[in-house]
């Protein structure tokens, strides 16, 4: 009889990796199954911000060094975003502290972590459907580096597999009760992305900064990405929703290149690396659980809707993921109605976040490009306004709404838009946050409520 493993995890990357030392740190025995040779897990193509939140939380949760700039996993840090609209001379410039890091560098790190801490990891293994039995997911089929086809067992399957989903995709609509098994094009965002440095060691103008631009060229939410690497490289890429077809005669390699060639000539650096990939661009599905098995990272749509940063909340989702597991280990519960408890924590950060922010990502996609910029010549949208309605979650004051008014004439069409979704991201806040059912039988009756306020079909 082949051996049942306490929890398989599918995909070695932040989620998966974080996942597996928390659990595995309270004695369990943990697998991580991945498609990729070794040394190559953890590498991804992306725009490579990391929210410093995300780290500290893992260094004072799970004890996990923070990255570190010494030893390169760490390219540059971050210390402002910047949102831009039409061009650089009409943006917005916040303080957020972040790293840039080198994904595969700092991927491999939390690998050995890993290790360190006694999961084990096998490599060059491709998942060829997920094995149920009694409304139980109970492991996956697989083929090895030697072309072999293998079964692992286990009591607890968790998909970190990232957009994909190897194991959410082939799960029975009988089991899912909200769990997506593919994301909708509206909401899927693909993306292309260059790491250039500059010739001659010149120094670039955007140290320790990121910007967002929404450009007249890419329909939004979709945008060009300027990202700090360093003294003299950049993370240069762009996003295009899949839903919208691109202009005749024109790729996103093209429409890339008429973008960031407005601002930097290709004879004036080398590209290190290139490459793109999808993104989900929507909150994260409904419940991340099934009996016997759970969702972390992208596989569940846990990526910004607004940025499409998904790296920190990958990283979260494992940590959170880990703990669930480990109470249903030590009960011996591998039911969705035990494991329902990362769905709770899940929908309290970052769920609800990413919730309001699609609500942003919408009203940016129903404004266009000269309307957010007008917002943004106006100063209608400031920093003060972004912090209260986001990250404070109070509201706007008197003398706030006077100025803003002000600010709007003669575009008040565009005031009342604004004021409708800052209602409305602080209610699905509070849907998220207070109402999220208790258990699976009241999730309909939620999503009900919650479709209302976000006008999706979800």
């Known amino acids: 009889m082949s051996k049942v493993h306490d929890v398989l995890i599918i995909g070695g990357g932040p989620a998966g990796v974080i996942a597996g030392i928390g659990i595995a740190k309270e004695g369990y025995d943990v697998v991580i199954i991945d498609k990729k040779e070794r040394g190559n897990i953890g590498k991804k193509n992306c725009g490579d911000a990391l929210d410093t939140k995300h780290t500290n939380i893992l260094f004072e949760e799970l004890g996990i060094e923070l990255p570190n700039l010494n030893n390169g996993e760490v390219r540059s840090e971050v210390s402002k975003i910047t949102i831009a609209s039409k061009s650089l001379d009409t943006k917005l410039t916040a303080s957020a502290p972040a790293y840039q890091v080198d994904r595969l560098k700092y991927g491999q790190t939390l690998l050995e972590t890993a290790e360190k801490n ?30 072999e086809r293998k079964t692992i067992l286990a009591k607890i399957t968790i998909d970190a597999s990232g957009f994909i989903g190897v194991m959410r995709k082939d799960i029975p609509k009988s089991m899912s009760n909200g769990v997506n098994l ?21 120094n670039h103008k955007f140290q320790n900064e990121i910007v967002l631009l929404y450009h007249k060229k890419i329909k939004p939410p979709g945008y060009a990405w300027i990202f700090t690497e360093g003294k003299d490289k950049l993370n240069l890429g762009i996003t295009w929703v899949k839903d919208i077809k691109y202009p005749e005669g024109k790729s996103m390699k093209k429409i890339y290149s008429e973008i960031l060639g407005e601002y930097f000539n290709p004879e004036d650096y080398i590209i290190l690396d290139k490459g793109g990939g999808n993104i989900p661009g929507m909150p994260n599905f409904d419940t ?15 990526a910004d809707p607004t940025t499409f940063e998904g790296h920190g909340p990958a990283l979260e989702s494992g940590r959170l993921a880990a703990i669930v597991a480990v109470d249903a280990l030590k009960e011996e519960d591998y039911s969705s109605e ?19 922010s699609f609500l942003v990502a919408k009203f940016i996609r129903e404004m266009g490009v000269e309307n957010f910029s007008y917002l943004l010549g106006k100063n209608i949208v400031t920093e003060d306004f972004m912090n209260k309605v986001f990250r404070e979650k109070q509201k706007i ?46 999730l309909n009756d939620w999503r009900l409520k919650r479709n209302k306020v976000i006008g999706e079909n979800f």
């Open 338 to 356: 035990k494991l329902w408890k990362y769905n709770k924590l899940i929908m309290n950060y970052p769920g609800s976040m990413h919730a309001q």
């Open 288 to 302: 991340l659980v099934v009996n016997g098995g759970m969702i972390v990272g992208d596989a569940g749509g846990l």
């Open 182 to 202: 593919s994301f909708p094009k509206k909401w899927t965002v693909g993306s292309y992305r260059e790491i250039v440095q500059f010739k001659d060691g010149k």
């Open 397 to 442: 004051s008197f003398i706030m709404a006077l100025s803003i008014i002000g600010k709007s004439f003669p575009k008040w069409n565009i005031l009342l838009r604004l004021l409708k979704i800052y209602f409305r991201v602080q209610k699905i806040g509070k849907i998220y946050i207070e109402d999220y059912p208790e258990n699976p039988l009241l």
């Open 118 to 147: 006694g999961v084990k990891i096998w490599d060059q293994c491709t998942v060829r459907g997920i094995i149920i039995e009694n409304n139980y997911i109970k492991g996956v089929n697989y083929f090895n580096q030697d072309g």
